[in-house]
């Protein structure tokens, strides 16, 4: 099924308590972490970091987390809609371990079918949220963000169906100034030459989602364009999809990659927004 693999149900939860607060935002409610902290009379920073969550929503901390990391980090405001409106596809109690916690691990047969499975089973609650009817609610969202918080210039970075996100709403112009798709659940291979704003995409090493020679050739077809904005593809070793955002960091070569991940959304966020 387009824009979900198997592994996108699969992970390990990031420990740790969020410590922001939600927020009854329009049209989706949210969880916002205050780069001051101060949230009984926030001051809020002029850039904003919107990160769109995996499958599993707000019912895994884990997007929450690593909102708490990005704020610390890049010293800006994080913001994670609850885009799938409480009710994700899939719930945290149904995160079961990577099918792959690692490149060149092998899975059984009969893992790879329950996984397959499990994602039949959701396919009617997914197209609920297709980008069709999705879309349009973040781009809502994060336009009631300039207006209402006074931000300059937001950054978009999404988790694989949040990674989907990204990668639309970088093709939209005036909706947000910087996309970092994580590990997109698609290839979305038609938006990629469309973009007009820069980006930045963070893949697994293994990922039967992403297609390393048609991103190479977009990458190229746009360097002959001076006016082309900035793509750039970041491939972590060691790593599967979802690594971003449920990484197993008991395994040290994929915590080494994600530890690696988390500075350079930090950089980039830094060096463009």
């Known amino acids: 099924m387009a824009g979900i693999c198997e592994n996108c149900t699969k992970g390990s939860k990031l420990s740790g308590t969020p410590k922001g607060r939600m927020m009854e935002t329009t049209p989706l409610r949210s969880y916002f972490v205050s780069a001051s902290g101060n949230y009984d009379t926030p001051t809020y920073t002029s850039k904003a970091l919107v990160i769109a969550p995996d499958i599993f929503g707000l019912d895994l901390d884990n997007p929450k987390l690593m909102a708490d990391i990005f704020a610390e980090k890049c010293g800006i405001d994080v913001w994670v809609p609850d885009t799938f409106k409480g009710n994700p596809p899939m719930k945290a109690e149904d995160l079961e371990p990577y099918m792959a916690e690692h490149s060149g691990q092998q899975i059984p047969f009969l893992s790879k079918l329950r996984a397959k499975l499990y994602l039949m089973k959701s396919i009617p609650s997914i197209m609920t949220f297709r980008p069709s009817v999705s879309d349009p ?115 040290p070569k994929v915590k080494e990659s994600w530890e690696k991940y988390v500075s350079d959304v930090v950089d980039v966020v830094k060096e463009l927004l």
């Open 137 to 251: 609610w973040l781009v809502e969202f994060i336009t009631n963000l300039r207006k209402e918080y006074g931000y300059e210039r937001i950054a978009l970075n999404g988790y694989c169906w949040g990674g989907g996100y990204a990668v639309r709403l970088a093709t939209m112009p005036g909706v947000i100034d910087l996309a970092l798709p994580a590990h997109p659940s698609a290839m979305y291979g038609d938006a990629m030459p469309k973009v007009v704003v820069p980006i930045t995409y963070f893949i697994a090493e293994v990922d039967d989602t992403w297609e390393s020679k048609m991103a190479a050739s977009v990458q190229e077809r746009l360097k002959t364009k001076p006016d082309a904005p900035r793509l750039q593809i970041i491939t972590y070793p060691g790593t599967v999809h979802g690594f971003g955002c449920r990484p197993n960091l008991s395994i």
